[in-house]
């Protein structure tokens, strides 16, 4: 008799748990919204990084990425090395997934840093021009720009990009 009460009262104990868990209060969205970059607000960033290219003497191509590392638009000036394609897509790819841009994870990624097995990874490119897009807080896209002669003069292409878009962007 003590055995049948005990079970019951485990039972009763499981259920009221379990029912506990159920609850609205307790339970789980199963989908999330994030923000991420428009298409149209990726051309007007590609746009104005590539003409600052431009006036700055220096044929380049231009990657706008989406939050997840796909890119959204690119352009790539007529006389840009075919290199340059892929290397924009990349930067603006290491830029948005290490959520860090690519001059300051190029440091920190160097031989001899902790960190520095991570450029070993498919599409990780370690040379500056490559920048996270932000808007309230949150890492909505990316841009990368290849082409100019150095990662400091990709990376001021980049910054022009990200500023013709500011205004549309929550700050």
């Not at 300051?104 to 021009?129: C, D, K």
Request: charge should be positive; glycine fraction near 8%; include cysteine.
């Amino acid at each position: 008799m003590k055995i049948q009460l005990r079970r019951t009262a485990c039972m009763r104990a499981m259920a009221f748990v379990m029912t506990l868990v159920a609850s609205p209060a307790f339970a789980q969205q199963a989908i999330y919204q994030s923000p991420s970059l428009t298409p149209d607000a990726a051309l007007k960033a590609a746009r104005a990084a590539l003409e600052t290219c431009r006036k700055n003497g220096h044929q380049a191509a231009v990657s706008v990425n989406d939050r997840a590392g796909n890119a959204l638009v690119m352009l790539r000036d007529r006389f840009a090395g075919p290199h340059t394609v892929d290397t924009a897509i990349n930067k603006a790819y290491t830029a948005v997934t290490f959520k860090l841009d690519t001059t300051n994870f190029a440091r920190y990624t160097q031989a001899g840093e902790a960190a520095s097995a991570v450029r070993h990874l498919p599409r990780v490119v370690a040379i500056g021009g490559g920048i996270p897009i932000e808007s309230a807080g949150s890492i909505v896209g990316s841009i990368g720009v290849s082409g100019a002669p150095g990662g400091d003069a990709d990376e001021v292409c980049a910054k022009a990009g990200i500023a013709a878009i500011r205004d549309d962007l929550d700050f």
